[in-house]
Every structure is written in C-alpha cells, then in structure tokens.
C-alpha cells in the first residue's frame, strides 16, 4: 500500500485491516508534502503534530475494535474552516493571527471518521475570486503548470490533491470555488446541495450560498468523504433535516437509461475550437455510455452572474461587518473608535473583498435594496423554477465547468472577466443542486505548450447526491481522463 498515491478507499482498508498503521501513514505523508509544497505553495500551515496525535487515536481505537471509513486518511482542510488551536485566516490579513477556539463540524466529523489532518490550505481572500490570486498571503501554483493559477476560491485545497500532497481535501463553494479549480486541477471537485453539510465553523462569505464539499482524486474517494461530512447538525440553522443515503457503496458503472440534459443557451462554440471540441466529446462520451441526450432550456441562466454579483456581495457586506478590529483578528488604532475601524478595515481587508463589500452595501442601502438585492432574489427564484422544469425532462444536466483552462498569473486583472468564468457555475449555485466537475479531457491553453486539464459539470435536482455521484462515477471509470495527465510536481504517480 502506497500512502502517497493510493485512494482513500485503499488507505482505509490498509489501515482498518492492519496492514498499515495510521502512524506509518502520516511519518510517510509528512516529509513528503513538505517536498511538493515547496514547489506548489497549497498550504497556509502544516500540522505535522496535530497529525501525529491523531494518527495515534485512530491506531488506538482499531486496536480497540473499531472500523473507520476514513482510517488513516490524509486530509487537507481550506483556511476557513476552523480546526481548534490553529490559525484560522481565511486568506486574509485581518485574520492573520486568529487561533480557532473550536473545531468546523465537517472538519470534526472527518476527525472521527479517521482522518489525518495535514495542514489548512490558501484560499482567495474571504472565499472571493476565481483564481487562488486573492489570497493576502501567498500564490499557489498550479501542479499541471506551476506558471498557472489553481482556480479559486478553494485553491490551495484544489492543488494539495492535484499534486498527490492529500489525499483528500475540504473546500467550501459559493459560486462555483470547488467545481472551478477542480477542473484546473484534474481532480473530482463536489458541492453537495445547500444544507447538506454543515457549516458550522465555516468563516461565512455569503450565508445562503456558502457550503462545504471534497476534492478526491476520484468520485468513489468524494463520496467516502462526504458520506462523513453530510448530515443535519443542530449547531447550524440551516442544515437540513433530512437522512443523507450513503453514497460510495455500489456505485454504478454505466449511464444506460440516464437522461442527460445538454443546455440549449450554454453554448460552448465560443469559448473556442479546442474548449469547445473537448465538451462536445465529453457530451458524446456520455451517449456512447448510453445515456440519452436531452436538449433543455435555461431561459434566466444568463442573468445567473447578475443575480449572483448582487446577493453574494450583500451577504457578504453584512457577514464582513463583525471584522472591526474589536472583538478578534487585526486592530489598528486611532484617534477614536470610527477611524479604529476605518483603518482596521483599510489595513486587514484585500482589494477583491473591498469591492464586493462596497458592490453588497450600496445594494442593500436605503432607496436600492428593492431595486437591486430584492430584485436579484426574485431572479433567483426563477432561476431554481427553470432548473426544476428541465429537471422534468431529464435527470442530470451536464455542462462546463469551467469556460477555459487554468490561465497564466495575472492573465486577468479586469475584474469583469475573472467573474466570468463563473458563468456556468453560479446558477447551479443559486438554485442550490448538488453539482460536481470531473475530468473530461485536456487543451492546450493558446499561450501555453503543455496540455491543461479542463473539468465537466455534472448538476441533478435537490438532494440527489447518491444518483449524481452515481453518474460521474460511471462517466470517470469509462473515460478514465485523470489518468491521462501527469502533474509536473517531484512525487507523482
């Protein structure tokens, strides 16, 4: 059993079978992913300690009898879930020494499914951007091309398991920062529908949109975690109240039956003739495994970036306000308790988190908020209805990613073009589905030489997690695309 590159599946039953123990795992792991951060720059912290310790109760308690799904498991978490006595920054200065106090739900039930955690890993400040660029502290590279971004938000947590430095990784998506940077990543990225997971200790961006959601190497390995992390929790008001079906038992291996809804207005052709070539493939990858392809209608999906750019900066001027230099985090003085918190917030807060907090409070200010952010939630119900009806028509609705492959550093300095590449992203988002990118194939970037991976979108109704998974699933294993690039980090396959 090789802990640096086997599943999670694999470790677990190494582990639970004692052919491996969990202190093996991690004394193997650690050292390793101090050499391949070194070159991709996925981790804020390392916990090599806090690793040890649990390796040493998960070694214990299979001593004692018990079997754990995640026995032994590597695992990274994104820097803002909070993980008890390590820093917590969400990417971002005002952050910057903040020691959690407690442990995220999701994180703890990955703790007590056997886990090992690794380390926290670099965001885009607060959860806001598209590339990992954002982030107050350090840029991560990409492991398929370390000239590259990541993909954000969940960068660094994209990237740890693209280059094999975990084997599983927690990221939280709110537009579309798991599904982005998994495509970028050549991994599998999943956003469980909204309140599946917890989000209890999730430092919040926007509260309606916000949740919690793996990245594996593979669809069997994201459902083995989020089988852990799914569940109601009564610490979070918004966790769903509904049983969670198990999902990485029996997963199936073909698509024969499955309708797979193509969206007319999600027109790819101009993206460009290599983008657009490799999802046309990847549609006719699904019909050859023998779903049916079904043409669908998304009338308000256009309006979904619109809509999102203003409930996500309105949520996140109210979430952001408890940043204020009082309670925790960064204090800069001043003469008096208003310029406290003027130069408190002008010091600790990045560009990109400026903007979405001035875009959000001009939306919700006296005379605008029925204009704009009432408005915009009327579009997102519509959204949902839309989705609902082509639902009707077909049980899954496949579609990109993302809109390119991971681009140069600084390719996109207008703001307006990185929240483009949300485009397909954000109205699965408003509407709350479960959703996922899996591997489809590879382009070559017109500025690049090297094959750059890109990521398919599959989304099925509400609280359909086993049947989604189900689908990528059997899409992965017949394709196989991951498997067909290599990452350019020392310690791959």
Known sequence: MDPLHDSAVAI??????????????????????????????????????????QARRVDARIAAGERLPLAGVPVAIKDNMCLDGTRTTA??????????????????????????PIGKTNLDE???????????????????????????????????????????????????????????????????TYGRVSRYGLIAFASSLDQIGPFARSVEDAALAYDAIAGKDPLDATSIDRAAEPTAANLPRDLRGVRVGIVKEFDTAGLGTSIDTCYRNAYDELAALGAELVEVSLPTAKYGLATYYLIAPAECSSNLARFDGVRYGLRVDGADVGEMYE??????????????????????????????????????????????????????????????????????????????????????????????????????????????????????PLFTERALLGYAHAYEQATRHADKLRPVTEGAR
Request: hydrophobic fraction near 45%; charge should be neutral; include cysteine.
């Open 126 to 192: 607060f959860a806001m951007g598209s590339s990992g660029e954002n982030s107050a502290f350090k840029k991560t590279r990409n492991p398929y091309d370390l000239e590259r971004v990541p993909g954000g938000s969940s960068a660094g947590s994209a990237a740890s398991v693209g280059a094999f430095a975990a084997t599983l990784s927690l990221g939280s998506d709110t537009g579309g920062s798991i599904r982005e940077p998994a495509a970028f990543c050549n991994v599998v990225g999943f956003k469980p």
């Open 91 to 116: 990417g971002s200065k005002i952050l910057g020494n903040f020691v959690a106090p407690y442990t995220a739900t999701a994180v703890q039930r990955l703790l007590d499914a056997g886990a090992l």
């Open 343 to 460: 130069r408190t917030r002008a010091a600790g807060f990045g560009p990109e988190v400026k903007r979405r907090i001035l875009i959000g409070t001009y939306a919700l200010s006296s005379g605008y908020y029925d204009a704009y952010y009432l408005k915009a939630q009327k579009a997102r119900t519509r959204i949902a209805e839309d989705f609902a009806r082509a639902f009707e028509l077909c049980d899954v609705i496949a579609s990109p990613a993302a809109s390119s492959p991971a681009f140069g550093f600084n390719a996109k300095s207008d703001p307006v073009a990185m929240y483009l590449m949300d485009y397909y992203t954000i109205p699965v988002s408003l509407a709350g589905l479960p959703s996922l990118s899996v591997p489809c194939g590879a382009v070559v970037p017109e500025d690049g030489t090297r094959a750059m991976p890109m990521g398919l979108q599959l989304a099925s």
């Open 12 to 53: 677990a039953t190494a582990v639970n079978r004692g052919e491996m123990s969990a202190a093996d795992v991690a004394e193997t792991v650690i050292p390793h992913v101090a050499r391949i951060d070194a070159q991709v720059d996925a981790y804020l912290q390392l916990t090599p300690e806090l690793m040890r310790a």
